[in-house]
């Protein structure tokens, strides 16, 4: 088995991983799409994302009608300026962005748990029912 180098994996450019939060910018938006920039929860593998520019996900946001919300899984609170708020992944809108041209980045380190990425693959799945 080959392993990296923490020296030579900063070495090489940022790419989004799996059930990390990236910053995007969601405009253009049409009708009841998110807006400007939101954290997005990365669904698509790091390898996809580098070798496309894309990246497949779910927005974010700390809108507190989404506790009711059956298509929100709250997965912590949001820090900064929204600091103690819930933080909720809406599951009833995946998207893909060229992550690249959007001027995507990480979020501070911030990765979402096993538990809740888990959540939200299942309530995803209950949505789009792919097998």
């Given at each position: 088995?080959?392993?990296r180098s923490r020296a030579a994996a900063a070495a090489l450019p940022w790419v989004?991983?799996?059930?990390?939060?990236i910053w995007i910018d969601c405009n253009p938006q049409?009708?009841?799409?998110?807006?400007?920039?939101?954290?997005?929860?990365?669904?698509?593998?790091?390898?996809?994302?580098d070798?496309?520019?894309l990246v497949i996900g779910l927005p974010m946001t700390t809108a507190p009608?989404?506790?009711?919300n059956p298509f929100?899984?709250?997965?912590?609170?949001?820090?900064?300026?929204k600091a103690?708020?819930?933080?909720?992944?809406?599951?009833?809108q995946p998207k893909s962005f060229d992550w690249r041209m959007r001027g995507g980045k990480p979020h501070g380190g911030m990765q979402v748990s096993?538990?809740?990425?888990?959540?939200?693959?299942?309530?995803?799945?209950?949505?789009?029912?792919l097998g």
């Open positions: 088995m080959v392993t989004p991983e799996r059930q990390q939060v049409a009708g009841r799409e998110m807006r400007d920039v939101h954290p997005f929860l990365v669904l698509s593998p790091r390898a996809f994302n070798r496309t520019s009608y989404n506790a009711g929100a899984v709250q997965v912590g609170s949001a820090s900064g300026r103690g708020a819930g933080s909720f992944v809406l599951c009833h096993d538990d809740a990425f888990a959540q939200v693959l299942l309530v995803l799945g209950q949505i789009i029912q």
